[in-house]
């Protein structure tokens, strides 16, 4: 092999590797809040709340409903933002490149940690936007993350399921907090520390990803980021555009002529896109509703014991390490089922609508189990429901991308990619009226929301259902067309 050739071989890799460790460590954190709140809580976040309640024998124990009501909050707000603005910042990513784009992500990150580390019980509003921050700028990390993915060809698709899985699984790092919190290092130096770790993410940026864009497929002698102390050349940045362009011109289908692809508004139109949006909704209602109640919820369960609590907080982060190692199964059931022969007359197209059949199914039994489990009111069973909800979280969202990658022509993905997390953020806001309604008409018992949830979770079905007709549709016309072509002949 070629120097050059070897030589940007280790980079692909390490390219590879450091942004699976960006995606694993800091992108995703937010979604480990619940670990996070313990800490918040001891010290005295948001304590104001907390009032004196009339109990049995004429005891004063404290209410501290108005506290947790604010703590979800906070969660909502973030989980909100992390969705919604993806829309603008893929606009972002589209218009300006790579470069451009994770400064403003690390900035964005940066502030957020900042804005923490100077916080205090008397400046817990500061969670509001500081959370917001680190949620918007972790997504537009995965966002730029997932185009190396088209370093590797085949394997793409379970590329973009790990980084996902990555992303999932960054929510421990709050249990690290956690960890280290009560380990005597204050909430305010960890977050110090992680604003130093941004220096990482700027290495990343100038040294192993491009300017712009990574295409697909990928041409000979492709190179990127900074070689020999200079920007790739203006031959090679010039050569991406053209194979940038070149491919948003070219179509899934290698058979079908170019001007049958897909406009962005046919794309959002249709019935893929519409079923997949309802499809990615509610899934992602039901675990952000979960995340952002579950200490509330192991505190009733615990009977208000708080090193049973911790105990079983510890239990959830640790699982959420797992889904960098559940996300790649969605990936390979997609491109296992890619790689088989093709039936006669059907396309590529078609072909990776099919395999996706399997993988969207899935998700959506896991789904109805995982919200089953968390709708029992035993603790124990529990451990059960962080399984399921980690598996479940890392299909959803590497499903998610896998989907639009198969389903659109690349040269919308990352619109639709935004535009699917935007309007799924706007449902997702109804998380906060289930958390009012379980804190106020049904006195802290979730039961009923959760049986609500759990009917809903059902919807799901419907988008593997729709893809699996369309496929047989298409499979049923070509042999009616093979039927009459034979005899005319």
Not at 160 to 178: E, H, M, P, Q
Not at 266 to 288: A, D, G, K
Not at 296 to 317: E, G, I, K, P, T
Not at 319 to 340: E, F, H, S, Y
Request: charged letters at 10%.
């Amino acid at each position: 092999m070629p120097s050059g050739e070897s030589s940007m071989a280790v980079r692909r890799w390490l390219t590879f590797f450091t942004g699976l460790v960006e995606c694993l460590c800091f992108a995703g954190a937010v979604f480990g809040w619940a670990s996070l709140v313990f800490v918040l809580k001891t010290d005295g976040y948001f304590s104001s709340l907390c009032v004196n309640s009339t109990g049995v024998n004429a005891t004063h124990p404290l209410d501290c409903s108005g506290q947790d009501e604010q703590f979800s909050l906070v969660f909502t707000i973030a989980s909100f933002l992390n969705n919604f603005l993806t829309l603008p910042n893929g606009f972002l990513f589209d218009q300006f490149g790579t470069t451009v784009a994770r400064l403003f992500a690390i900035f964005l990150y940066t502030t957020g940690t900042l804005m923490v580390a100077v916080s205090t019980a008397a400046l817990a509003n500061l969670l509001f936007p500081a959370l917001s921050l680190l949620a918007v700028g972790g997504i537009l990390l995965l966002v730029t993350n997932m185009q190396v993915g088209n370093l590797f060809g085949s394997h793409r698709s379970t590329i973009i399921t790990l980084y996902n899985g990555a992303f999932d699984s960054s929510s421990a790092l709050f249990l690290v907090v956690k960890l280290v919190f009560e380990a005597g290092i204050s909430l305010q130096a960890s977050f110090f520390f992680l604003s130093g770790c941004s220096v990482i993410h700027l290495f990343r940026t100038f040294f192993l990803l491009p300017r712009k864009f990574i295409p697909y497929p990928l041409p000979d002698h492709y190179t990127y980021g900074i070689t020999c102390g200079k920007s790739e050349s203006s031959e090679v940045a010039e050569n991406s555009n053209v194979v940038s362009r070149a491919t948003e011109e070219t179509p899934l289908e290698k058979d079908v002529p170019s001007k049958q692809v897909k406009s962005l508004r046919q794309c959002l139109l249709s019935r893929f896109f519409v079923w997949h949006l309802l499809w990615l909704s509610v899934m992602q209602l039901r675990h952000y509703l979960f995340i952002g109640t579950l200490y509330s919820m192991l505190n009733r369960l615990a009977a208000n014991d708080s090193s049973l609590v911790s105990q079983y907080l510890n239990a959830f982060a640790i699982t959420q390490l797992c889904g960098v190692l559940c996300a790649p199964w969605n990936g390979l059931i997609m491109d296992r089922l890619k790689g088989k022969p093709r039936l006669p007359g059907e396309s590529e197209h078609e072909a990776d609508l099919r395999a996706s059949v399997l993988s969207l199914f899935i998700t959506a039994l896991q789904c109805v189990l995982f919200s089953v489990c968390a709708s029992t009111q035993y603790l124990p069973l529990q451990y059960l429901t962080f399984i399921l909800q980690v598996l479940n979280r890392s299909f959803l969202y590497g499903g998610n991308a896998a989907f639009i990658s198969v389903a659109f022509p690349p040269c919308h993905f990352g619109k639709l990619y935004g535009l699917v997390m935007a309007l799924s953020a706007v449902f997702s806001l109804l998380q906060y009226p289930c958390f009012a309604l379980v804190n106020g008409v049904l006195k802290g018992d979730p039961f009923y929301v959760n049986i609500g949830l759990t009917l809903l979770s059902l919807v799901a079905f419907i988008h593997p259902l729709s893809v699996y007709l369309h496929c047989r549709s298409l499979a049923s016309q070509r042999a009616k067309n093979k039927a009459n072509n034979t005899s005319s002949q």
